[in-house]
């Protein structure tokens, strides 16, 4: 269908998975063992309701907001999610000139599929931001020369993913036949460490089982380098020790890691659990946001606190900033929508979402950000039936 009848991020993704591969689609769409953290994630936004403030100037309503002293026209931004172009040729350049022409802030994986530095040059000007998201390595030269490497190229923050030490049971990636070499290929070709062109030869059965013994299946491939000795006390020292750049921690999933965050003076925190690809039944995003609020609400003053995972509409955006986060992440909708439409549909989901949180602003009494307050909203012990 056109553009023009896409009328929300549901329907964007419908269009995504018609067009892409089925094992593209199985490794965007997976989530780990049966998906439970990830249908939670978007399910807790609906336990959320509204207390509307009426009779209030909202004529001139301003949703946009600085992250990390970066401007952003909304308050959202993408996500690093590996591997755009699985889902389509230019792969995250559609993101970044998609947020270029809306001045929101892309985040790139450390295992996009394309270059760091082919990013960097399809920023819309120079001066657009961008996030880098760091899977460190367990070197830590190696990881520091990629600290290097971004800096050089004008990357604006590191977010230091912090939750997938070892990769989540994804089955989808399993059964489509996703190989550790599939994956691998596809973002270390870009990456310079080769492996160009060379498909893996079918393994006799008794390496299969080799396979299966000394490795975390698919996803394992991509952080199988990863530190898994990270601590508050070493790691994030060591990273302020090698850059000036902000440093948000992407992946906490609880109150105390929140204060420990906190303690270990990063800039940020990104509540998030991967999209529930990692661990399953960790709490949705939200409810951690909800219980940081609840608990804990000197830490909102310390740190930006942003979360991610399940966010699909404007009403999402707003309820999270209501309960204090600067920002909001997304993934999954921006690998789909690139997909489907190239960079044209990174601009209109930034477009439906911008509409979206206008509206809900508007209608809750709000015309800043800064308007938006946790007396705005009430989290019901029941289960609407819509949105299942
Ligand atoms: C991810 N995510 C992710 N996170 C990260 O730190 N590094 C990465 O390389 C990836 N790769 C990745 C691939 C795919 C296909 C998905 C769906 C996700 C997690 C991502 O940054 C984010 O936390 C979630 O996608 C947020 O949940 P939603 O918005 O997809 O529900």
Redesign the pocket.
Known sequence: PPLSRILNLQEMEEVARKVISSKAWA??SSASDDEIT?IE?ARAFTRFFFHPRVMRPVGNCDPSTTILGFKSTIPVFV?????AKLGHPRGEANITEGCGRTSTIQMV???ASLSYAEIASARVSPSQPLFF?L?KHKDRALAEKRIREVESLGYNAI?L?VD?IVAGNREKDVRAGWTEEDVEAVAAEQQGKGRKGELPRKKTDMEELEFEVDTEGTAGA?VANDDRNMTWNETIPWLRSVTKLPVVV?GVQCVDDAVLAAEAGVDGILL?N??G?QLEYALPSLEVLYQIRKQRPDIFSKLEVYI????RRGTDVIKALCLGATAV?????F?YAQSAYGAAGVVKTIRILEREIVTAMRLIGARTVKDLVPDMVERVDWQPLAKL
């Open positions: 490794y965007y990830n994630n996500s690093g999610a590996a591997l994986s450390s295992n998201q899977y977010f993913t997938a991509l992407k998030s991967h999209g690809r991610d995972g399940g966010i992440g997304l993934g999954r909708p690998l």
